[in-house]
């Protein structure tokens, strides 16, 4: 069976230093971002065009921009409004990753040492874990590491 790592990571809260650390020490290939925006000035050091740059730089690793693997905007508003309750929010995205992707294939190979990118500090309530835990069941060699 093939075997292959996915980590994920949060930039929140995190100096770059620490964030780009993490990242080299982890051996990533690749960034994919999860985010629907990614290029809010708030995004500091990791809006799109920066964060592509210092990927470039000091780790030597691809970026891809992956919204379709984020929440709809109202799924977000509604659970960031407290509309909806997390496992609401987690069951309704899980259906619409499994809308989005039925006929999809993946592959451990594709996966293995890419890091999926969000902004929350941890991913207990993030969607990044949510994407990576529905992954996992699409391969079940893929092991999921949170930085």
Known sequence: MDEGILFTIGFTKKSAESFFTMLERSGIRAIIDVRLQNTSHLAGFTKKEDLIFFLNRIIKCEYMHRPEW???????????????????YASQFDQLLQERFARKDFSIQALDRTCLLCSEVT???????????WLQ????????QHL
Request: include cysteine.
């Open 123 to 133: 991913a207990d309530c993030c969607h990044r874990r949510l994407v990576a835990e």
């Open 70 to 88: 984020a929440p709809t905007a109202a799924l977000l508003d509604a659970y960031k409004k407290k509309e909806i309750a997390w496992g609401d």
């Open 137 to 144: 069941r699409q391969l079940p060699g893929l092991v999921v």
